[in-house]
């Protein structure tokens, strides 16, 4: 199971009974995201100085860092300069790699 940071404890007990819920059949899949989107903390946002100096931290090149996160280069580059900003599960790699290092991702 996944570790998840919650709003409050509170949320984390209405989470909880939900999944279970949702486990049992009375919560269907659309009502479970509402849930999580209500009580579990998103992921943070990255700027395109922050990317950069994640990849500095880490010693990596632009193009394993592509590998690492199982992205193009040209991404990279963009992230990198604010042309584009990650989301979905690029933004959940970098969240990871940012709090659990590299090794949490080979």
């Known amino acids: 199971m996944k570790k998840e940071k919650y ?11 939900a999944r279970d819920m949702h486990k049992l059949g009375f919560i269907d899949k659309r009502k479970m995201h509402e849930y ?25 090149s632009q193009a394993v860092m592509a590998a690492v996160l199982n992205t193009s280069i ?10 584009k900003h990650p989301a979905g599960p690029s933004l959940k790699l970098l969240n990871i790699l940012d709090r659990k290092g590299l090794d949490a991702l080979r």
């Open 7 to 17: 709003k409050s404890r509170l949320l984390k007990t209405i989470h909880e009974t």
């Open 36 to 60: 999580d989107f209500l009580c579990v903390e998103p992921v943070v946002d990255y700027s395109a100085k922050q990317i950069r100096l994640l990849r500095e931290r880490y010693c990596l």
């Open 74 to 83: 040209s991404t990279i580059q963009k992230w990198e300069i604010g042309d």
